[in-house]
């Protein structure tokens, strides 16, 4: 089978899957599930074939399709570009997705809506595909705001609770705004570069001589887009309701793959952001909006009882490195460490799901305790994940998160201290959930009577303890070297030997820290509320909607009311009123009388024109 | 195939004399609309979208039937019709809304009034919108547009819901009534200003263009717009509107808020822009105040209704901003897009008024608190019909409406790329605000969709039934074809493509 038609393929899948669930599956859940899950281990396959096919050459050249075509003034296209980049991220979304779909088998079992649910899966494999092939702006947009819409679908799957249905609102809501900018980016980008599609726009960045100012400006916004979907300060405050969705769809979605777009998609157009010749103030601020997520998700993290809340958290956080990283020139870098949490953090989810799905729908971490012996392979497989995300050396976060901190080692002193910082935390937080949760003794009902879940869903996790330890070596990375940076960075001996140094004085911190203060605790120790309380984000911006929507909404709607139409309509008509029987005659209703005033006044009309 | 045209405009027009004359109402109605769609689809099959364009617009099946001739034989007023890719679109959303709305109008044993009356009157809208679609003369156009009017006051005034209809009915007709006076001023002016000899339209543009610029333009151009644009509901002539849609019966809110408003706009692409190019850029700037009045103001306004009929009224007022914003742009993209959007949001609109209408039914009311949450749970295929609605209505990709506002913002960002200006002009700075509207329609939209869909059944709802395969069909063609255009957007554009090429010499 020729690449071109194994990326078409790859793309549309899922899609057909979708729509064939939505139209005649509904009816009969376990052949939608079947469906939904077959079609995601198709696209794994064949990812892993178009990622061979690619092997060491740049790209594959694919086929487009025009989608809206005015000829000489636009043309807006559906066209693939698969080069390292693309093909390492299929592999990632298909991987991590196939395993999710598996995991949801067992997890979603007897729901109600669960046709309706791998609908939604398939609609968001589609959609992710969408913009990691995507070789134009326009094409990534669409799915862009379709990743929204699956996401909304599946955040809300139960939709008749309230919370589920405000986290999903939010979700789309928050993304909007991002995406705002985005398209005021990606028209100034059009303007700038005279295109957009991305291998066009590069070469337009690298002839040179483009407006610094706009492009600058282009660069801030489109990033705007990558802060509401990989949630970064300010609008991170989706991310952690968005767990009222299904476990699932929460390792999947909300922390492997579509709340990287941002990342992902702010390395597709690395060449933009590395384009802006002096001070460059767009990677900069980028970097810093990065680095200050970091900071602030880890410190909110510590304080949260709820299990899938810290691990929502530990994504942002996570995220923050990768979007500094992509500040600070280093995209590769960036993916390389998407490209490891990935699988880390589906693992820690997916784990948790496993908990939840043990303790009967309990979340908070300090009504579990005691699982190790109840949940043994869910326990190891979590060991190896928090292993992963505290960067333990010899599994792959330690890799990944040390070429972050190297990359800003040579470019912003503050920036990797923050990174350092970081580290310590992540170490600490995860410590304690993992104390909590796993080791002490029961601590509730639910806990006592946890069993190990099934073959479909331990299995799944299995693979991804794997790929948590082993993700980051060669032997599995080598093909593609979008994700492997290698260690020829500008940062020299001296840099990678601090920065290790440093990450295991931070871990050992980190962990020494949590143990001290966590083991054999029956409650919280230490109470901060300001942490707990999230900084205060959730209210500060429900005060914002109030005062600067609702209140100018119903404002408004009052100036409508009385004010314009007061001017427009009502005083004009009362005038008409009082001016003559001719129109109070109006209003009767014959028809007779309408037709006759309709005929005679445009009988006048023709008699003075042309008379 | 020469008199195909006027088979269309005429078949709604005989079959209302036939129901007034005895004929039953529903059966006529329906047949009438579905023959009129499918005749109307073979036309589009037969249209030949590489026409070759001379001068003004490149009719095809024209017909011609003179009225008045002058000293000389040649004809200064006739009954002509003929279709330019625009018009045919604007065709096709009538012959598609048209059979929804006659679909979801109640059956005539629960109409309280006259029923055939009803029926006769949706089908006298769609006959005069296809009738000044269709015109090639500018008295026609105009007159046809008259006649559409009157079935829709009557409606609103005979069968409209609340105890105020009688007053909204007198209001839109006063202020309709107004604005097609102005229109009509400017419609005069015009046909002077054009030499005075006819009504033609194509001809009136030739002679536009030999006469050449003049300062009285751009006054003419002042009256077309203030008299469209309030048949349009542009800020601030858009008061009429909301509560006219809430109150009119669903079909009429339907045929109206979804087709004949589009009228305005309409004429604007096809008179004001290209007769009076100088006039158009003279008051841009005006333009793109007055749209951000649609999108922000109204846009605002939107949010706080707490009735879904209100909110839709106000949210068709502030979609047609983002059209004036494609008129504005005066270049091809921004007309391909202006277009594109005036058919998107007239299917997209329709659907989401009979929604609304099938909510009435069920609870007697739109008010949203009072209806509660959680219909999903007793609807799931209403509530999936309203999301799939909701989100076309929202711009979201795969619905025609995306694909149509896409191009109004290249449009917009379009003179900027071609002069390679380095800053942002009125245009591109209207652009900015009014893509904040796009998440404005997220909020209330999706805010409408959570109170009433989502959340807990609430206690005391009362038991309504779930969508019957029925009252499926209007919707699903509606949706079909909302989906349609939105995955192939070229089904449209290959038509519009040659009759908006003009634009290209009108732009900055």
């Not at chain 1, 203060?517 to 300001?530: H, V």
């Not at chain 2, 046909?191 to 333009?217: C, L, N, R, V």
């Amino acid at each position: 089978m020729d690449p071109n038609a194994i990326a078409w393929t790859i793309l549309v899948l899922p899609l057909a899957a979708a729509v064939i669930i939505f139209l005649l599956l509904k009816r009969w859940p376990m052949a939608s599930a079947v469906l939904s899950t077959l079609s995601a281990f198709a696209t794994l396959g064949m990812s892993i074939v178009l990622a061979h096919a690619l092997g060491n050459s740049a790209t594959i050249l694919t086929q487009s399709y025009p989608w809206i075509a005015l000829p000489g003034v636009l043309r807006l296209e559906i066209g693939l570009l698969v080069d390292a980049k693309s093909a390492g991220m299929m592999l990632i979304v298909t991987g991590v997705g196939a395993l999710v779909h598996l995991f949801s088998l067992g997890y979603m079992r007897g729901d109600a809506g669960l046709a309706r649910f791998f609908a939604g899966l398939s609609l968001f494999m589609f959609s992710m595909t969408g913009i990691v092939l995507a070789d134009n702006f326009a094409m990534m947009f669409i799915f862009w705001e379709l990743v929204g819409v699956s996401s909304y679908l599946l955040i809300g799957h139960w939709f008749e609770k309230d919370s589920a249905a405000d986290a999903a609102k939010k979700a789309f809501l928050t993304n909007r705004i991002g995406d705002f900018g985005f398209m005021i980016g990606i028209l100034l980008a059009w303007v700038v570069t005279k295109s957009i599609v991305f291998t066009e726009m590069k070469t337009a960045v690298d002839a040179g001589g483009l407006n610094q100012v706009l492009l600058g400006a282009a660069v801030l916004l489109i990033f705007c887009g990558a802060v509401g979907k990989s949630a970064q300060f300010p609008l991170h405050v989706w991310l952690p309701d968005a767990m009222e969705g299904p476990t699932p769809v929460s390792a999947l979605i909300h922390a492997a793959t579509m709340v990287a777009a941002g990342v992902f998609m702010l390395a597709r157009v690395a060449f933009l952001v590395e384009g802006v010749d002096h001070a460059n103030i767009a990677a900069t601020v980028i970097a810093y909006i990065g680095g200050f997520t970091a900071l602030l998700a880890a410190l909110m993290a510590t304080q949260q009882n709820d299990i899938k809340r810290i691990l929502a958290y530990s994504t942002l956080s996570q995220l923050g490195y990768m979007v500094m990283a992509q500040g600070l020139y280093g995209s590769t870098e960036g993916l390389f460490h998407l490209y490891t949490h990935a699988w880390f953090k589906a693992l820690l989810f997916l784990g948790a799901g496993a908990v939840i799905f043990a303790c009967h729908h309990e979340q908070d971490i300090w009504k579990m305790g005691g699982l190790r012996k109840k949940l043994p392979i869910t326990f190891a497989t979590f060991a190896l994940g928090t292993a992963a995300l505290i960067a333990v050396p010899g599994t792959s976060g330690f890799w990944s998160k040390e070429e972050i901190l190297v990359k800003a080692y040579g470019t912003d002193k503050l920036l990797y201290a923050v990174g350092i910082g970081v580290a310590a935390l992540t170490a600490f937080y995860m410590t304690r959930l993992f104390i909590v949760a796993f080791l002490g003794k029961s601590r509730s009902e639910n806990a006592e009577h946890a069993h190990e879940v099934g073959p479909v869903m331990w299995v799944p996790l299995a693979v991804l303890a794997f790929m948590a330890v082993f993700s980051g070596y060669g032997f599995i990375t080598g093909g593609f070297p979008a994700f492997h940076p290698g260690h020829t960075h500008e940062g020299s001996h001296e840099a990678g030997f601090l920065t290790t140094i440093l990450s295991l004085v931070a871990l050992a911190g980190g962990v020494f820290a949590g143990w001290k203060l966590y083991s054999g605790r029956e409650r919280e120790p230490i109470s901060l509320r300001l942490l707990a309380n999230r900084f205060y984000f959730d209210e500060l911006y429900s005060l914002i909607i109030r005062t600067v929507q609702d209140l100018p909404a119903r404002l408004v709607e009052y100036l409508d009311l009385y004010v314009v139409h007061g001017l427009l309509a009502y005083f004009p008509s009362q005038l008409a009123r009082g001016a003559g029987w001719t129109f109070t005659r109006l209003q009767s209703g014959h028809l007779q009388g309408y037709g006759f005033l309709f005929g005679a006044g445009l009988l006048a009309l023709l008699w003075y024109l042309l008379s | 195939m020469t008199h195909v045209i006027e088979f269309i405009v005429f078949l709604p027009l005989l079959a209302a004399l036939a129901i007034l004359v005895g004929a039953p109402a529903r059966p006529t109605a329906l047949a009438a609309a579905f023959v009129g769609l499918i005749t109307v689809l073979v036309v589009a099959f037969q249209f030949n979208p590489d026409h070759e364009v001379v001068g003004g617009f490149a009719y095809q099946f024209t017909s011609s039937h003179p009225v008045l001739l002058d000293a000389k034989g040649n004809a200064v007023l006739s009954l002509a019709f003929g279709l330019d890719g625009m018009s045919l679109v604007m065709v096709l959303l009538t012959a598609l809304v048209l059979p929804a709305a006659i679909l979801v109008s109640p059956p005539e044993s629960g109409i309280k009034g006259n029923p055939r009356l009803y029926y006769l009157s949706s089908l006298l809208i769609a006959a005069g919108a296809l009738g000044a679609f269709c015109s090639t003369d500018l008295f026609f156009f105009y007159a046809f547009h008259e006649l559409a009017l009157i079935p829709t006051f009557l409606m609103i005034g005979m069968y409209g819901h609340g105890t105020n209809r009688v007053k909204t009915a007198w209001t839109i007709t006063l202020y309709l009534g107004a604005g097609s006076l102005v229109l009509l001023g400017g419609l005069v002016a015009l046909f002077y200003a054009s030499g005075g000899t006819t009504f033609d339209i194509s001809e009136m543009i030739q002679q536009a263009k030999i006469i050449g610029p003049a300062e009285s333009h751009r006054w003419v151009y002042l009256l077309l717009l203030i008299g469209f644009g309030s048949l349009v509901s542009l800020f601030p002539f858009h008061t009429w509107a909301a509560r006219a849609y809430a109150e009119a019966p669903t079909p009429t809110a339907m045929l109206h808020a979804g087709v004949l408003k589009k009228f305005g706009l309409y004429g604007l692409l096809r008179i004001a822009q290209p007769m009076l190019p100088d006039g158009a850029e003279a008051w841009q700037n005006l333009v793109l105040v007055l749209l951000l009045g649609n999108i922000l103001f109204v846009g605002y306004s939107t949010i706080a209704q707490k009735r879904l009929d209100l909110m839709l009224g106000n949210s068709s007022v502030m979609h047609m901003g983002f059209i004036f914003l494609g008129v504005a742009s005066a270049n091809v993209i921004g007309a391909h897009g202006a277009v594109m959007l005036m058919f998107a949001h007239g299917i997209s609109i329709a659907l989401l008024f009979a929604l609304c209408g099938g909510l009435r039914d069920r609870f007697g009311s739109t008010d949203m608190p009072e209806i509660g949450g959680g219909l999903a749970t007793k609807m799931p295929r209403f509530g999936i019909i309203f999301a799939m609605a909701a989100f076309a209505s929202i711009g979201l990709p795969g619905f025609a409406n995306f694909a149509s506002e896409i191009l109004v913002f290249f449009g917009a960002f379009e003179p900027m790329q071609k002069s390679g200006a380095t800053t942002l002009g009125p245009l591109q700075w209207t652009c900015v605000l009014a893509l904040w509207g796009v998440v404005i329609s997220a909020v209330y939209m999706l805010r409408a969709f959570r109170r009433l869909f989502n959340g807990p059944v609430r206690l005391g709802t009362p038991d309504c039934a779930d969508l019957t395969p029925a009252e499926q069909v209007p919707l699903v063609l509606l949706l079909g074809v909302l989906l349609l255009v939105g995955f192939v957007p070229g089904l449209l554009l290959k038509y519009l493509t040659p009759s908006l090429e003009l634009f290209s010499t009108l732009g900055r």
